[in-house]
């Protein structure tokens, strides 16, 4: 699976984007999409997972309530959209596709991530 991430760019405190997510390829193998980050100097963590088939959600505590996951499989786009958009949510967002993850379990480790987009920069100014 190939990915493209998009959407990203230089809001205020308290803004909004909406990134975005396409992809190519063997779609249909992934059973979760995810959004990464990694801000400067910092370990890449999870944002939010979505189960493509069923919809169902996974998010970080720091971004519940302010971000949505959602998708759309006609058009093999994943979003994250995000509301009161804070500094501390300045990073280079990826998104990632898993082929093994298992419904119900923990979906924030990035080794059952298998597909990678190359990221696009959030920054939140105050």
């Known amino acids: 699976v190939q990915l493209q991430a998009s959407g990203g760019g230089l809001v205020l405190a308290g803004g909004s984007l909406r990134l975005s997510c396409a992809a190519s390829?063997?779609?249909?193998?992934?059973?979760?999409m995810g959004w990464f980050r990694q801000a400067p100097g910092k370990e890449r963590e999870f944002v939010a997972g979505?189960?493509?088939?069923?919809?169902?959600?996974q998010y970080a505590d720091s971004v519940k309530g302010r971000f949505t996951i959602s998708r759309d499989n006609a058009r093999n786009m994943v979003y994250l959209q995000q509301n009161s958009l804070k500094p501390e949510d300045t990073a280079l967002y990826y998104c990632?596709?898993?082929?093994?993850?298992?419904?119900?379990?923990?979906?924030?480790?990035?080794?059952?991530?298998?597909?990678w987009g190359q990221g696009t920069l959030v920054t939140v100014s105050s």
């Open positions: 990632a596709a898993s082929r093994s993850l298992i419904y119900g379990v923990d979906w924030s480790t990035l080794r059952n991530y298998d597909s």
């Open positions: 390829g063997r779609t249909s193998s992934s059973r979760v």
């Open positions: 979505v189960w493509r088939s069923s919809g169902s959600t």
